[in-house]
Protein backbone atom coordinates (compact mmCIF):
# COMPACT_ATOMS: atom_id res chain seq x y z
CA UNK A 1 0.00 0.00 0.00
CA UNK A 2 1.21 3.51 -0.88
CA UNK A 3 2.76 5.41 2.36
CA UNK A 4 1.35 9.21 3.15
CA UNK A 5 3.11 11.69 4.24
CA UNK A 6 6.83 11.93 4.56
CA UNK A 7 9.22 8.89 4.89
CA UNK A 8 9.59 7.55 8.19
CA UNK A 9 10.88 3.79 7.18
CA UNK A 10 9.44 0.55 6.03
CA UNK A 11 7.89 0.03 2.98
CA UNK A 12 6.08 1.64 0.06
CA UNK A 13 5.03 -0.46 -2.83
CA UNK A 14 4.90 1.19 -6.11
CA UNK A 15 2.71 -0.35 -9.24
CA UNK A 16 3.63 -0.83 -12.75
CA UNK A 17 3.18 -2.76 -15.67
CA UNK A 18 6.76 -2.94 -17.07
CA UNK A 19 10.37 -3.32 -15.56
CA UNK A 20 11.37 -0.10 -16.95
CA UNK A 21 8.49 1.72 -15.04
CA UNK A 22 9.56 -0.14 -12.15
CA UNK A 23 12.39 1.38 -12.53
CA UNK A 24 12.07 4.69 -14.11
CA UNK A 25 8.75 4.82 -10.58
CA UNK A 26 11.88 3.86 -8.30
CA UNK A 27 14.09 6.65 -9.48
CA UNK A 28 12.10 9.48 -8.79
CA UNK A 29 10.98 8.05 -5.56
CA UNK A 30 14.20 8.03 -4.49
CA UNK A 31 14.55 11.43 -5.38
CA UNK A 32 11.56 12.33 -3.68
CA UNK A 33 12.51 11.14 -0.53
CA UNK A 34 16.62 12.72 -0.59
CA UNK A 35 14.50 16.04 -1.16
CA UNK A 36 12.67 15.55 1.65
CA UNK A 37 9.83 15.69 0.21
CA UNK A 38 6.44 13.15 1.17
CA UNK A 39 5.49 10.25 -1.70
CA UNK A 40 2.64 10.20 -3.07
CA UNK A 41 -0.03 7.84 -2.74
CA UNK A 42 -0.45 5.88 -5.88
CA UNK A 43 -3.91 5.90 -5.82
CA UNK A 44 -5.51 9.14 -4.52
CA UNK A 45 -7.85 11.46 -6.42
CA UNK A 46 -7.76 15.18 -6.40
CA UNK A 47 -11.38 14.55 -5.16
CA UNK A 48 -9.83 12.67 -2.17
CA UNK A 49 -7.21 14.85 -0.91
CA UNK A 50 -9.32 18.21 -1.34
CA UNK A 51 -11.78 16.63 0.47
CA UNK A 52 -9.47 15.97 3.58
CA UNK A 53 -7.58 18.85 3.33
CA UNK A 54 -11.01 21.49 3.42
CA UNK A 55 -11.78 19.58 6.51
CA UNK A 56 -8.60 18.74 8.54
CA UNK A 57 -6.39 21.78 7.00
CA UNK A 58 -8.49 25.18 6.25
CA UNK A 59 -11.38 24.45 8.32
CA UNK A 60 -8.82 24.73 11.88
CA UNK A 61 -6.96 27.48 10.38
CA UNK A 62 -9.18 30.23 8.63
CA UNK A 63 -12.11 32.29 9.54
CA UNK A 64 -15.42 30.30 9.65
CA UNK A 65 -16.40 32.60 6.60
CA UNK A 66 -13.67 31.74 4.90
CA UNK A 67 -13.92 28.19 5.79
CA UNK A 68 -17.27 28.41 3.85
CA UNK A 69 -16.37 29.88 0.85
CA UNK A 70 -13.68 27.68 0.45
CA UNK A 71 -15.86 24.64 0.94
CA UNK A 72 -18.28 25.65 -1.15
CA UNK A 73 -15.57 26.12 -4.30
CA UNK A 74 -13.80 22.87 -3.59
CA UNK A 75 -17.56 20.97 -3.24
CA UNK A 76 -19.43 22.91 -6.37
CA UNK A 77 -16.42 23.78 -8.50
CA UNK A 78 -13.11 22.04 -8.05
CA UNK A 79 -13.95 18.59 -7.51
CA UNK A 80 -16.31 17.86 -9.87
CA UNK A 81 -14.10 19.35 -12.83
CA UNK A 82 -10.73 17.67 -11.32
CA UNK A 83 -11.89 14.87 -8.68
CA UNK A 84 -11.19 12.07 -10.57
CA UNK A 85 -8.00 13.09 -11.29
CA UNK A 86 -5.41 10.85 -9.73
CA UNK A 87 -3.34 13.83 -7.56
CA UNK A 88 0.12 12.17 -9.06
CA UNK A 89 -1.16 12.73 -12.50
CA UNK A 90 -2.71 16.09 -12.33
CA UNK A 91 -1.24 18.77 -14.41
CA UNK A 92 -1.18 22.35 -15.40
CA UNK A 93 -3.13 21.78 -18.27
CA UNK A 94 -6.00 20.23 -16.37
CA UNK A 95 -6.35 23.24 -14.35
CA UNK A 96 -6.14 25.73 -17.04
CA UNK A 97 -8.58 24.09 -18.93
CA UNK A 98 -10.75 23.64 -15.80
CA UNK A 99 -10.02 27.67 -15.72
CA UNK A 100 -11.48 28.04 -18.92
CA UNK A 101 -14.80 26.10 -18.45
CA UNK A 102 -15.61 27.76 -15.83
CA UNK A 103 -14.75 31.28 -17.77
CA UNK A 104 -17.09 30.14 -20.65
CA UNK A 105 -19.27 29.14 -18.06
CA UNK A 106 -19.88 32.39 -17.34
CA UNK A 107 -18.25 33.09 -14.06
CA UNK A 108 -16.63 36.23 -13.55
CA UNK A 109 -12.48 36.15 -14.14
CA UNK A 110 -12.45 37.50 -9.95
CA UNK A 111 -14.24 34.30 -9.34
CA UNK A 112 -12.16 31.82 -12.03
CA UNK A 113 -9.17 33.03 -9.82
CA UNK A 114 -10.71 32.04 -6.67
CA UNK A 115 -10.79 28.54 -8.12
CA UNK A 116 -7.14 28.94 -8.95
CA UNK A 117 -6.29 30.59 -5.34
CA UNK A 118 -8.03 27.76 -3.67
CA UNK A 119 -6.57 24.71 -5.39
CA UNK A 120 -3.43 26.44 -5.20
CA UNK A 121 -3.50 26.93 -0.96
CA UNK A 122 -4.32 23.37 -1.32
CA UNK A 123 -1.61 22.33 -3.41
CA UNK A 124 0.76 23.49 -1.44
CA UNK A 125 -0.04 21.18 1.61
CA UNK A 126 -0.45 18.25 -0.99
CA UNK A 127 1.42 15.19 -1.55
CA UNK A 128 2.93 15.93 -5.15
CA UNK A 129 6.28 17.89 -5.90
CA UNK A 130 5.51 20.89 -7.39
CA UNK A 131 1.94 22.99 -7.49
CA UNK A 132 0.47 22.87 -10.48
CA UNK A 133 -1.82 25.69 -10.17
CA UNK A 134 1.07 27.81 -9.96
CA UNK A 135 2.40 27.44 -13.09
CA UNK A 136 -2.15 27.97 -14.79
CA UNK A 137 -2.48 31.01 -16.00
CA UNK A 138 -5.49 33.46 -14.56
CA UNK A 139 -7.85 34.86 -16.67
CA UNK A 140 -7.36 38.91 -17.30
CA UNK A 141 -9.14 40.84 -14.23
CA UNK A 142 -11.59 43.42 -14.67
CA UNK A 143 -10.51 46.08 -12.07
CA UNK A 144 -12.64 48.29 -9.93
CA UNK A 145 -12.55 51.75 -10.95
CA UNK A 146 -12.21 53.58 -7.53
CA UNK A 147 -14.27 56.84 -7.47
CA UNK A 148 -14.07 57.76 -3.64
CA UNK A 149 -16.41 61.04 -2.99
CA UNK A 150 -14.45 63.81 -3.45
CA UNK A 151 -13.61 66.76 -0.26
CA UNK A 152 -16.58 68.99 -1.27
CA UNK A 153 -18.80 65.47 -1.16
CA UNK A 154 -17.31 64.00 2.37
CA UNK A 155 -18.94 67.19 3.65
CA UNK A 156 -21.90 67.04 2.12
CA UNK A 157 -22.23 63.26 3.71
CA UNK A 158 -21.31 64.28 7.01
CA UNK A 159 -23.96 67.34 6.99
CA UNK A 160 -26.48 64.94 5.81
CA UNK A 161 -25.75 62.16 8.78
CA UNK A 162 -25.47 64.85 11.33
CA UNK A 163 -28.10 63.57 14.01
CA UNK A 164 -29.08 60.25 12.24
CA UNK A 165 -28.83 57.59 14.42
CA UNK A 166 -25.46 56.06 12.66
CA UNK A 167 -24.11 59.75 12.24
CA UNK A 168 -20.93 58.40 14.17
CA UNK A 169 -20.42 54.88 12.16
CA UNK A 170 -20.52 56.79 9.09
CA UNK A 171 -18.41 59.66 10.22
CA UNK A 172 -15.58 57.56 11.41
CA UNK A 173 -15.52 55.39 8.19
CA UNK A 174 -14.89 58.41 6.83
CA UNK A 175 -11.98 59.63 9.20
CA UNK A 176 -10.13 56.46 10.01
CA UNK A 177 -10.97 54.38 7.19
CA UNK A 178 -11.81 51.21 9.37
CA UNK A 179 -13.47 48.35 7.19
CA UNK A 180 -17.22 47.71 8.64
CA UNK A 181 -16.39 44.62 10.57
CA UNK A 182 -14.10 46.42 12.15
CA UNK A 183 -16.20 49.34 12.89
CA UNK A 184 -19.22 47.33 13.43
CA UNK A 185 -16.70 45.19 16.19
CA UNK A 186 -15.58 48.09 17.85
CA UNK A 187 -16.29 48.31 21.37
CA UNK A 188 -16.12 51.08 24.21
CA UNK A 189 -13.22 49.16 25.50
CA UNK A 190 -11.06 49.89 22.63
CA UNK A 191 -11.46 53.30 22.83
CA UNK A 192 -9.68 56.29 24.56
CA UNK A 193 -12.45 59.72 24.59
CA UNK A 194 -9.61 61.19 26.14
CA UNK A 195 -6.91 60.63 24.37
CA UNK A 196 -8.84 60.57 21.10
CA UNK A 197 -7.76 57.16 20.31
CA UNK A 198 -9.37 53.53 18.87
CA UNK A 199 -7.52 50.40 18.93
CA UNK A 200 -8.68 48.13 16.39
CA UNK A 201 -8.81 44.64 17.57
CA UNK A 202 -11.22 43.02 16.40
CA UNK A 203 -14.07 42.55 13.34
CA UNK A 204 -17.32 41.35 14.18
CA UNK A 205 -18.73 38.85 11.81
CA UNK A 206 -21.72 36.28 11.31
CA UNK A 207 -21.02 32.98 10.33
CA UNK A 208 -24.42 30.33 10.35
CA UNK A 209 -26.91 32.83 11.50
CA UNK A 210 -24.81 33.98 14.66
CA UNK A 211 -22.26 36.92 15.57
CA UNK A 212 -18.88 36.92 16.73
CA UNK A 213 -15.73 39.21 17.27
CA UNK A 214 -12.30 37.45 15.15
CA UNK A 215 -9.30 38.59 14.97
CA UNK A 216 -8.21 41.30 12.26
CA UNK A 217 -7.34 40.24 8.48
CA UNK A 218 -3.82 40.81 9.24
CA UNK A 219 -1.46 41.08 11.99
CA UNK A 220 -1.04 44.66 11.12
CA UNK A 221 -4.70 45.46 11.12
CA UNK A 222 -4.37 45.16 14.81
CA UNK A 223 -3.72 49.05 15.07
CA UNK A 224 -4.06 52.44 16.79
CA UNK A 225 -6.02 55.16 15.03
CA UNK A 226 -6.19 58.66 16.24
CA UNK A 227 -9.35 60.44 15.83
CA UNK A 228 -10.08 63.97 14.59
CA UNK A 229 -12.07 66.64 16.45
CA UNK A 230 -14.95 66.46 14.15
CA UNK A 231 -15.19 62.16 14.51
CA UNK A 232 -14.03 62.32 18.45
CA UNK A 233 -17.13 64.92 18.80
CA UNK A 234 -19.24 62.87 16.90
CA UNK A 235 -18.60 60.10 18.94
CA UNK A 236 -18.92 61.78 22.46
CA UNK A 237 -23.07 62.39 20.51
CA UNK A 238 -23.33 58.87 20.13
CA UNK A 239 -22.56 57.80 23.42
CA UNK A 240 -24.84 59.63 25.20
CA UNK A 241 -27.70 58.80 22.52
CA UNK A 242 -26.27 54.89 23.92
CA UNK A 243 -26.60 55.72 27.32
CA UNK A 244 -30.39 56.71 27.20
CA UNK A 245 -31.14 53.68 24.79
CA UNK A 246 -29.66 51.54 27.63
CA UNK A 247 -31.60 53.43 30.10
CA UNK A 248 -34.32 52.46 28.09
CA UNK A 249 -34.50 48.87 27.13
CA UNK A 250 -33.81 47.92 30.95
CA UNK A 251 -33.61 44.38 31.11
CA UNK A 252 -34.06 43.87 27.33
CA UNK A 253 -30.49 45.21 27.26
CA UNK A 254 -27.71 42.73 25.82
CA UNK A 255 -24.21 43.81 27.25
CA UNK A 256 -22.10 43.12 24.14
CA UNK A 257 -19.60 46.59 24.92
CA UNK A 258 -20.39 47.45 21.40
CA UNK A 259 -19.71 50.87 19.98
CA UNK A 260 -22.50 50.31 17.38
CA UNK A 261 -25.29 48.12 18.37
CA UNK A 262 -28.68 47.67 17.97
CA UNK A 263 -31.33 49.66 20.64
CA UNK A 264 -31.58 46.54 22.62
CA UNK A 265 -26.96 46.19 22.37
CA UNK A 266 -26.75 43.76 20.04
CA UNK A 267 -24.76 43.49 16.59
CA UNK A 268 -25.37 45.24 13.52
CA UNK A 269 -25.96 43.85 11.04
CA UNK A 270 -23.66 44.46 8.21
CA UNK A 271 -26.00 44.91 5.15
CA UNK A 272 -28.52 46.99 7.11
CA UNK A 273 -26.08 49.13 7.83
CA UNK A 274 -24.97 49.41 4.37
CA UNK A 275 -28.32 50.04 3.22
CA UNK A 276 -28.83 52.86 5.47
CA UNK A 277 -25.41 54.73 4.36
CA UNK A 278 -27.07 54.50 0.46
CA UNK A 279 -30.32 55.99 1.43
CA UNK A 280 -27.86 58.99 3.19
CA UNK A 281 -25.80 58.98 -0.55
CA UNK A 282 -29.84 59.41 -2.08
CA UNK A 283 -31.06 62.47 0.51
CA UNK A 284 -27.85 63.83 -0.02
CA UNK A 285 -27.72 63.54 -3.39
CA UNK A 286 -24.58 61.95 -3.85
CA UNK A 287 -23.83 58.95 -6.22
CA UNK A 288 -24.16 55.60 -5.34
CA UNK A 289 -20.77 54.36 -3.46
CA UNK A 290 -20.56 50.67 -2.06
CA UNK A 291 -20.08 51.02 2.08
CA UNK A 292 -16.04 49.96 1.50
CA UNK A 293 -15.99 53.33 -0.89
CA UNK A 294 -15.76 55.24 2.54
CA UNK A 295 -12.31 53.89 3.32
CA UNK A 296 -10.97 54.72 -0.30
CA UNK A 297 -12.43 58.14 0.43
CA UNK A 298 -10.74 58.57 3.63
CA UNK A 299 -6.96 57.21 1.77
CA UNK A 300 -7.72 59.65 -1.31
CA UNK A 301 -7.88 62.30 0.81
CA UNK A 302 -5.00 61.90 2.78
CA UNK A 303 -3.23 61.06 -0.31
CA UNK A 304 -4.03 64.39 -1.76
CA UNK A 305 -2.64 65.60 0.84
CA UNK A 306 0.53 64.78 0.41
CA UNK A 307 0.92 62.42 3.43
CA UNK A 308 3.57 59.67 2.97
CA UNK A 309 1.77 55.74 1.90
CA UNK A 310 3.61 53.82 4.61
CA UNK A 311 1.72 56.36 7.04
CA UNK A 312 -1.60 55.99 5.05
CA UNK A 313 -0.83 51.80 5.26
CA UNK A 314 -1.01 51.98 9.24
CA UNK A 315 -3.69 54.16 9.60
CA UNK A 316 -5.89 51.62 6.90
CA UNK A 317 -4.06 48.18 8.44
CA UNK A 318 -2.79 47.23 5.22
CA UNK A 319 -0.16 44.49 5.26
CA UNK A 320 2.61 46.18 2.79
CA UNK A 321 2.61 49.63 1.63
CA UNK A 322 2.46 48.11 -2.02
CA UNK A 323 -0.75 46.83 -1.41
CA UNK A 324 -1.66 50.98 -0.66
CA UNK A 325 0.32 51.79 -3.93
CA UNK A 326 -1.36 49.31 -5.83
CA UNK A 327 -4.77 49.97 -4.91
CA UNK A 328 -4.48 53.72 -5.34
CA UNK A 329 -1.67 53.18 -8.29
CA UNK A 330 -4.82 55.43 -10.84
CA UNK A 331 -6.09 57.34 -8.27
CA UNK A 332 -2.99 59.17 -6.90
CA UNK A 333 -1.92 60.92 -10.75
CA UNK A 334 -5.88 62.64 -10.89
CA UNK A 335 -5.23 63.31 -6.99
CA UNK A 336 -2.08 65.03 -7.16
CA UNK A 337 -3.26 67.71 -10.46
CA UNK A 338 -6.57 68.13 -8.27
CA UNK A 339 -4.37 69.35 -5.74
CA UNK A 340 -2.04 71.29 -7.38
CA UNK A 341 -5.09 72.96 -9.34
CA UNK A 342 -6.74 73.97 -5.92
CA UNK A 343 -3.44 74.81 -4.43
CA UNK A 344 -3.64 78.44 -2.62
CA UNK A 345 -2.87 79.99 0.80
CA UNK A 346 -5.56 77.53 1.96
CA UNK A 347 -2.88 74.96 0.91
CA UNK A 348 0.02 76.64 2.06
CA UNK A 349 -0.92 76.98 5.07
CA UNK A 350 -1.76 73.53 5.72
CA UNK A 351 -5.60 74.19 5.40
CA UNK A 352 -5.98 72.23 2.41
CA UNK A 353 -8.99 69.22 2.07
CA UNK A 354 -7.83 66.93 4.25
CA UNK A 355 -6.90 69.11 6.92
CA UNK A 356 -10.06 70.84 6.82
CA UNK A 357 -12.09 67.99 7.18
CA UNK A 358 -9.51 67.17 10.36
CA UNK A 359 -8.21 63.79 8.47
CA UNK A 360 -4.11 64.65 7.64
CA UNK A 361 -1.70 64.06 10.20
CA UNK A 362 -1.51 67.55 12.64
CA UNK A 363 -5.04 68.26 12.58
CA UNK A 364 -5.39 67.12 16.13
CA UNK A 365 -8.31 66.12 17.65
CA UNK A 366 -8.73 69.22 20.38
CA UNK A 367 -12.32 68.00 21.67
CA UNK A 368 -12.49 66.71 25.36
CA UNK A 369 -14.79 64.32 26.95
CA UNK A 370 -17.36 64.44 29.38
CA UNK A 371 -16.71 64.41 32.77
CA UNK A 372 -17.50 60.27 32.47
CA UNK A 373 -15.96 60.12 29.15
CA UNK A 374 -13.95 57.71 29.92
CA UNK A 375 -15.77 55.44 31.58
CA UNK A 376 -17.64 53.46 28.87
CA UNK A 377 -19.57 49.85 28.86
CA UNK A 378 -16.78 47.60 29.41
CA UNK A 379 -16.94 44.36 28.23
CA UNK A 380 -15.32 41.50 29.54
CA UNK A 381 -12.99 38.57 27.95
CA UNK A 382 -15.89 36.33 28.12
CA UNK A 383 -18.78 38.76 26.98
CA UNK A 384 -16.06 39.23 23.57
CA UNK A 385 -16.69 35.62 22.63
CA UNK A 386 -20.12 35.05 22.80
CA UNK A 387 -22.48 34.44 20.27
CA UNK A 388 -26.41 35.47 19.77
CA UNK A 389 -28.91 35.01 17.06
CA UNK A 390 -29.59 38.38 15.48
CA UNK A 391 -33.13 39.85 16.73
CA UNK A 392 -35.51 40.82 14.18
CA UNK A 393 -35.68 44.51 13.14
CA UNK A 394 -38.23 46.49 12.54
CA UNK A 395 -38.17 50.09 11.12
CA UNK A 396 -37.67 52.17 13.98
CA UNK A 397 -40.93 53.99 15.04
CA UNK A 398 -39.14 57.36 16.75
CA UNK A 399 -38.14 58.20 12.67
CA UNK A 400 -34.46 58.44 14.32
CA UNK A 401 -33.09 57.76 10.96
CA UNK A 402 -30.59 56.24 9.04
CA UNK A 403 -30.60 52.80 11.39
CA UNK A 404 -34.27 52.11 11.38
CA UNK A 405 -33.61 49.56 14.52
CA UNK A 406 -36.18 49.01 17.15
Not at 158 to 164: K, M, Q, T
Not at 200 to 211: I, K, N, P, Q
Request: hydrophobic share 40%.
Amino acid sequence: MAARGRWAGGRTYLYTRTRAEAAAKLTTALKTVADYLPLVPERQTVGDFLSSWVETTARPTVRPSTFVSYAGIVSYHLIPELGRIRLSRLSPQDVQEMLNRKLAEGLSPRRVDDLRGVLYRALRWSLVGRNVAGLARSPKQVRYEIRPLSPPEVGHLLEAVRGAWLEALFTLAVATGMRRGELLGLGWADVDLRAGTIQVRHALERFEGAYRLVEPKSARGARSVSLPAFALESLQRHRRRQAEETELAQSEWTEWGLVFATPIGLPLDGSLVTHALHRQLRRAGLRHQRFHDLRHACASLLLAEGVNPRVVREILGHSQVSLTLNTYSHVIPSLGRDAADRAGPGHLAGRGPARRLGLAPGAAADARVDSDGDQGHQVGQGQQSQEVRPAPVDTDPTGRGTGGRR
